[in-house]
């Protein structure tokens, strides 16, 4: 069963920059996509960015893509999203999830296993 465990949200300036961790464990197929997602409150999940795990391959949403980046560590099992020039509009629960897929991978349901959340939240 895989597990997926994010960190590194919190409180945050308009401008400042964070790092979110997700660890995985129990890994049990080589070729699979880890993505991050975003909730804001009242909002759809929507996605943010991927990177598939056999080559680091990324992809990123358009909003996202000048300020984010998406990266993993291979002897960590860890996926990262560096996040800059953070906006109040980024306000929101932020997800990973890993999907065995390959194809439709900025589609939440595309994604068979899901962390539980981690909150970030930007000041103005």
């Known amino acids: 069963q895989m597990q997926l465990v994010e960190s590194g949200g919190g409180l945050v300036q308009a401008g400042d920059s964070l790092r979110l961790s997700c660890a995985t464990s129990?890994?049990?197929?080589?070729?699979?996509?880890v993505g991050w997602f975003r909730q804001g409150s009242g909002k759809e999940r929507e996605f943010v960015a991927n990177?598939?795990?056999?080559?680091?391959?990324?992809g990123y949403a358009d909003s996202q893509k000048d300020r984010f980046t998406i990266s993993r560590d291979y002897a960590k099992n860890t996926v990262y999203l560096q996040m800059n020039s953070l906006e109040p509009e980024d306000t929101a629960v932020y997800y990973c999830a890993a999907s065995r897929r390959i194809s439709r991978l900025t589609y939440s349901s595309s994604y068979d296993y899901w962390g539980q959340g981690t909150q970030v939240t930007v000041s103005s």
């Open positions: 129990g890994l049990t197929f080589t070729a699979y996509t």
């Open positions: 990177i598939r795990w056999s080559d680091s391959t990324t």
